[in-house]
C-alpha cells in the first residue's frame, strides 16, 4: 500500500472537481493508478494523450508508484 498526492491538470483537474487528492492505492504502476482514476472520474483522455511526472520529473508509464510521491497527470494543452 502507497499513500500518494495525486495532481490533476485541465479536463482532467474540471472531471474530477479537485486539483489534487491524496489516495492509499495499490497500484503497481502508473499506468494502473491512471486506469483507476479514469474509471473513477470517467476521464476522457486515453493514457496515450497524456504524461505523468513523479516528484516534478516526467515518469513512465511503467514505474512503480512509490510511498509519499507526488504524481501528475498532465493533459495536452492547447493554446492560440
Avoid: C, H, N, Q
Avoid at 474530477?16 to 472520474?41: I, K, M, N, Q
Avoid at 486515453?46 to 493533459?75: H, M, N, S
Amino acid at each position: 500500500m502507497a499513500r500518494v498526492t495525486v495532481l490533476y491538470f485541465a479536463s482532467l483537474r474540471d472531471a474530477a472537481g479537485v486539483a489534487s487528492e491524496r489516495l492509499e492505492t495499490e497500484a503497481p504502476d502508473l499506468r494502473t493508478l491512471y486506469e483507476s482514476a479514469r474509471t473513477r472520474y470517467g476521464f476522457a483522455l486515453p493514457i496515450d494523450r497524456l504524461r505523468v511526472a513523479v516528484d516534478g520529473a516526467f515518469a513512465k508509464w511503467g514505474d512503480p508508484v512509490r510511498d509519499g510521491g507526488e504524481i501528475a497527470f498532465i493533459p495536452p494543452v492547447s493554446g492560440g
